[in-house]
């Protein structure tokens, strides 16, 4: 039987630890690159190294892909569905609101703007999840 | 779609995780087929229907809607 929706295996474990060290990576680069004056190419690499995890984290994602059955795949799918078009909007109108009015880069830069994505994701996988099971 | 599913593995009496794992789905997929939430897809209804002895169409039906 495939594992349970429900229950987190060991390959969900693997993705959650790969997403966790990603997610450690990115705060140590923000933490380095505001507290410290480095020189250009260290801020470069700093600014850079959540990538490899990142991509850890992509590898194991795309591989549970291969242990999930038709419906989780489908929650998946039609949670990328209702992110991707969230997204944009977003974006879009967070564009719009730049020309309207001054936005404190601070709250409003590309390091806070992103983190809206996966929380778009959750949404869609929320709103799937309640359609199906 | 409607289909007999949850009847045709109560005569059997087997549980959701039984036939899931003969079919290789979770349990909630096979909850989810049989309360007409998801429609499962050719290969799993074909896996279904072989795993029965039935056609495929012995077990699911279009709705009435979806027939005119």
């Not at chain 1, 507290?35 to 850079?48: N, R």
């Amino acid at each position: 039987m495939k594992q349970s929706i429900a229950n987190i295996g060991w390959q969900d474990s693997k993705v959650l630890i790969a997403a966790f060290v990603w997610m450690m990576t990115f705060f140590v680069a923000l933490f380095g690159l505001r507290q410290t004056e480095w020189a250009v190419g260290v801020k470069v690499l700093l600014a850079l190294l959540p990538i490899v995890p990142f991509a850890f984290f992509l590898w194991h994602f795309v591989n549970s892909l291969g242990n999930m059955d038709e419906l989780e795949r489908k929650i998946h799918l039609e949670a990328l569905v209702i992110a991707f078009p969230l997204m944009m909007l977003f974006l879009m109108t967070l564009g719009l609101m730049e020309l309207a009015i001054d936005l404190n880069p601070d709250d409003w830069s590309y390091r806070q703007v992103w983190a809206f994505s996966p929380l778009f994701y959750f949404i869609g996988l929320v709103w799937a999840r309640r359609r199906y099971l | 779609m409607k289909n007999r599913l949850r009847l045709l593995r109560a005569e059997r009496e087997w549980t959701q995780a039984d036939l899931a794992e003969k079919l290789g789905v979770s349990r909630q997929t096979v909850n989810a087929v049989e309360t007409e939430k998801y429609e499962p897809s050719l290969g799993l209804a074909f896996k279904i229907a072989h795993l029965f002895g039935q056609k495929i169409e012995e077990i699911f039906s279009p709705d009435a809607k979806e027939g005119r």
